[in-house]
């Protein structure tokens, strides 16, 4: 069983910080995912990262991928309060019988003050 | 993009009864789709995984008695949720993906989601 350790599980920081969110892991993935979930609603797709070392980036937020595709961070700049919620990280298990079953990180629950 | 339909949003019944959530990949055909359900305040936790025209593999710890599942076609899968009881009550979340494997056999295609379903019995 491949498991996704995600921190920090709670995030309380004002309008205008920075912040970074980690996924780590000692199993390798095909990709990661991150997502962003709103009470009531299912997870959106932030992203998906698939090559070890890559970077994406969409507006204020970057994307990371580890090297050897166990480990992702997400890093939010200038965070504003419509940045508030639910982050999920989520691997892709390769192959197998297991294919395409995603395997979550804890969540991170951030909230933005105003 | 691909999208995902659950239905329905919101249910509210009685112990006892059987309730069941539909999810339907609008715009793609997905031989695999994904069961969760979620607590408040946490992550998603995968109950089982549907199988277009065999039988779902639950994860541990999930009743296969209790949740029934059924894929019957490949844009549909329907979680029945037998004789509910309040401890029952969650928050129940389906996924789907366009099914493709890449060259060294995983999926890099990334996971959509349902809006998920709120079950309350009360």
């Known amino acids: 069983t491949q498991l996704l350790e995600q921190s920090p599980q709670f995030l309380s920081i004002q309008e205008g910080e920075n912040l970074t969110v980690y996924c780590n892991s000692s199993s390798v993935f095909s990709s990661l995912q991150w997502y962003r979930q709103e009470p009531g609603e299912g997870p959106v797709l932030l992203v998906t990262v698939v090559t070890g070392g890559e970077v994406k980036k969409l507006k204020r937020l970057t994307f990371q991928f580890g090297d050897a595709r166990k480990d992702s961070s997400l890093h939010i700049t200038a965070a504003q309060p419509g940045d508030t919620g639910l982050y999920l990280c989520a691997g892709a298990e390769a192959g197998g019988t297991s294919y395409g079953k995603l395997t979550f990180g804890q969540g991170t629950i951030l909230t933005v003050h105003p | 993009g691909a999208v995902v339909s659950q239905h329905p949003s919101r249910v509210i019944c009685k112990s006892g009864t059987s309730v069941k959530i539909e999810c339907r990949s609008l715009?793609?055909?997905?031989?695999?789709m994904f069961w969760y359900r979620q607590f408040p305040k946490k992550s998603l936790m995968l109950m089982a995984t549907?199988?277009?025209?065999?039988?779902?593999?639950?994860e541990q710890g999930v009743e296969k008695d209790k949740f029934l599942i059924n894929h019957a076609s490949l844009t549909l899968s329907t979680l029945t949720v037998t004789s509910a009881h309040p401890e029952d009550s969650s928050f129940y979340i389906c996924s789907a993906s366009p099914t493709y494997r890449d060259s060294v056999g995983g999926s890099n295609q990334p996971q959509h989601f349902g809006d998920g379903t709120r079950l309350s019995i009360l």
């Open positions: 715009d793609f055909q997905a031989t695999t």
């Open positions: 549907s199988n277009e025209g065999s039988k779902a593999t639950y």
